[in-house]
């Protein structure tokens, strides 16, 4: 009874007459649909499974609603929002598109305008979001598995052969809900048939369920520790959250109280509704009911050949002759979405800076190949210029790609070990097919000693890669491998340990030579480095001057790899951000309050990138690879930076997925915040 005061009152469709204001809310598995009147009652509503085509069902609910319209209603303003946002307004002429998390801020608004935290659980994801001065200040989403979503007890409830709801009921009224803890789909199986052997019945498992779906929320996805960490005026929302026994668990895990609206599962399209009100116009453009009935979508599917990704692009081709094409990384072959700007980017700055040195080669009868990957993506002039003076023809990898990592698949020995350490696996391949004389990627447990932090070591990852390839890369044997233990911040010791490495299969090359080499080689390093900051700093006044937001785009130097990072540096530039990186920014003029030992060169740019960001009025995003054990550590020390600065902190994942919706939802959900703020 407490939950169905929060309810939306209904209006009649058949006798309103005057202005109505269209909500929709295209999900990964459903399609939500709302039209409500100036006084927000809800004249119509669709909820329900998009069965893979969710054009054809927005369709056949558009000429429903627009029959029950007849000529008595006006729409004068309509929005989409959701995964489908884009190609359902490219399909149906859509007035404006609003990012989820902000529908879903709008709805909750709605019913409590108080409120802090909101999480919505959906068919395949869960979103959450905590509120600081009536904005999104920060955003948490599951990343690669959909376990603890409505799709996890959907898939349990047809296994024991019951529908969804049935199964969902018989959870309310467990008398030993069994603990099957908050794992993936794949071991809770295991968990379940166990639970069913040990004598525990339906509803005890469905009781179980309901709270692993809770717990993974709590704890993995919003890492609380204590109920108030999420805040005092909780509105929880989505399809999952209809489930009794979902609310029933979330509240008796918190300890506390929450408001779980009567249309929980429309919040998104009801948000979406609300922003339509508020953007309102004479006239909406949204597929008139004429229209609808020349209606047409087909769907073709091509491999662009615009530039070297090689994007798989799906055309999608409307009556009117519009076309929507999405699949692209660039704004090549693109409907739009991804529009080429003249906006700095230190990232694209960085890959040209590279491609020109890989193109600048000297004629030799020796080669040495060096793999474009890890720390060889911010050391690549240090051992071009080394091997240059000594007599190499330098000869790099191939930028990156999928098959990148496909060529070398066979020889990672685990499946859990980060994107970019995998991708050394092909780099290794690429060389050796090149066929040159010997490849080098040393061992370097230090970096250089920036004096920014307690030491300064390379990641173990980073530092003793070369190791495990020499050990698993089968065919390494078919040239010179030369994995050296170097130490960089000392140019005498890095001389004599690289002549102690060379001399074993260049007896031509003295020390006399080596050290010479070493110390032009350091020089161009220095250069190169300080070219970026100057690049950083001619960027971040360009912003200035311009009334642009710059976004600190902070991860490692391989981020700069466009397979690994799938160019999120384009997409953010798209938005309107000039985009720096977290070796082009100033040193923070301050010391920096951290509960770590600082002791990584990687890690302390990060920390300084964050207080660079408060000193410069800038964002950051953290890309974070999965994989990384050690960012366990950075985003938990980031984002205390950020947030005691009163600034936003928002992390992207990334790995071999290339799927960039949830990316572009934290950086839209990060322009949103910001309008909002500025409001």
């Not at 359902?88 to 007035?95: E, K, L, S, T």
């Not at 080098?440 to 230090?446: A, I, R, V």
């Not at 173990?460 to 911040?489: C, D, G, H, K, Q």
Request: with cysteine; aromatic share 10%; hydrophobic share 35%.
């Amino acid at each position: 009874m407490r939950h169905a005061q929060s309810d939306v009152k209904m209006g009649n469709i058949e006798d309103y007459s005057g202005n109505a204001y269209l909500g929709i809310d295209s999900g990964s598995t459903t399609t939500k649909l709302v039209l409500i009147s100036e006084k927000n009652e809800l004249l119509y509503s669709y909820y329900g499974s998009n069965k893979g085509t969710p054009i054809e069902i927005i369709k056949q609910q558009l000429e429903k609603m627009y029959d029950l319209c007849g000529d008595r209603i006006i729409i004068r303003s309509s929005t989409v929002t959701g995964y489908g946002e884009e190609l359902i307004m490219h399909a149906f002429g859509v007035d404006n598109g609003l990012v989820e998390t902000m529908a879903h801020f709008y709805a909750a608004r709605y019913f409590n305008p108080k409120v802090d935290f909101i999480i919505d659980i959906g068919g395949q994801d869960i979103k959450c979001f905590k509120i600081k001065n009536n904005s999104v200040d920060s955003i948490m989403l599951n990343e690669a598995c959909s376990s603890g979503c409505g799709s996890f007890i959907e898939n349990f409830a047809r296994l024991a052969g019951y529908e969804v709801e049935e199964f969902s009921k018989l959870g309310i009224y467990a008398k030993k809900p069994v603990d099957l803890g908050s794992r993936c789909t794949v071991f809770m199986n295991s968990s379940v048939k166990q639970a069913q052997k040990d004598g525990f019945s339906i509803a005890d498992i469905s009781a179980g369920l309901s709270t692993s779906i809770v717990k993974n929320a709590i704890y993995k996805v919003i890492r609380a520790t204590l109920a108030s960490d999420l805040g005092e005026n909780i509105v929880v929302q989505g399809g999952t959250f209809l489930n009794d026994a979902v609310l029933k668990s979330f509240e008796r895990e918190l300890g506390t109280s929450v408001i779980r609206p009567s249309i929980s599962e429309l919040m998104g399209a009801f948000g979406a509704a609300l922003y339509s009100k508020k953007v309102k116009a004479e006239h909406s453009a949204v597929i008139s009911s004429d229209e609808l009935k020349a209606f047409s979508h087909t769907v073709k599917t091509t491999i662009c050949k615009g530039c070297a990704n090689g994007c798989s692009l799906t055309i999608n081709i409307f009556a009117n002759g519009k076309k929507y094409i999405s699949g692209n990384k660039c704004e090549k072959g693109d409907s739009g979405t991804l529009a080429s700007n003249c906006l700095p980017n230190l990232y694209e700055i960085k890959r040209e800076k590279l491609k020109n040195l890989s193109e600048k080669q000297c004629d030799a009868a020796r080669t040495i190949g060096l793999p474009l990957a890890l720390s060889m993506y911010e050391l690549a002039p240090l051992w071009h210029e080394i091997f240059t003076k000594l007599g190499f023809k330098v000869v790099f990898s191939d930028v990156s790609t999928y098959k990148t990592y496909i060529n070398g698949q066979s020889t990672i020995p685990s499946d859990t070990i980060c994107y970019p350490a995998k991708l050394m696996h092909g780099h290794i391949q690429n060389l050796i097919s090149k066929g040159v004389d010997a490849i080098f990627s040393p061992c370097l447990t230090y970096n250089f000693d920036e004096k920014t932090g307690d030491n300064h070591y390379n990641c173990p990852v980073v530092a003793y890669y070369s190791e495990l390839l020499r050990a698993n890369v089968r065919n390494i044997s078919n040239t010179i491998f030369m994995e050296p233990f170097l130490y960089l911040s000392n140019k005498l010791i890095l001389a004599k340990e690289l002549y102690k490495e060379l001399h074993k299969y260049y007896n031509d090359i003295s020390l006399g030579d080596v050290y010479a080499a070493v110390k032009s080689g350091l020089s161009a390093y220095s250069d190169w480095m300080g070219d970026i900051r100057y690049e950083g700093e001619k960027a971040l006044s360009y912003a200035k001057e311009n009334g642009k937001k710059a976004l600190i785009l902070a991860g490692r130097p391989y981020h700069t790899d466009p397979e690994i990072c799938h160019m999120i540096d384009k997409l953010a530039s798209s938005l309107g951000f000039v985009v720096l990186s977290e070796d082009s920014i100033p040193i923070a003029n301050k010391n920096i309050k951290l509960n770590v030992l600082n002791q990584w060169t990687y890690h302390s740019r990060l920390y300084n990138a964050a207080m660079a960001a408060v000193d410069n009025d800038c964002e950051l995003v953290q890309l974070v690879s999965f994989g990384c054990g050690i960012d366990a550590i950075t985003t938990d020390e980031i984002r205390d930076i950020l947030e005691r600065n009163h600034k936003l902190y928002t992390q992207i994942k990334i790995d071999e997925v290339n799927n960039l919706g949830a990316v572009k939802i934290r950086l839209r959900s990060l322009v949103a915040a910001l309008e909002e703020r500025s409001k």
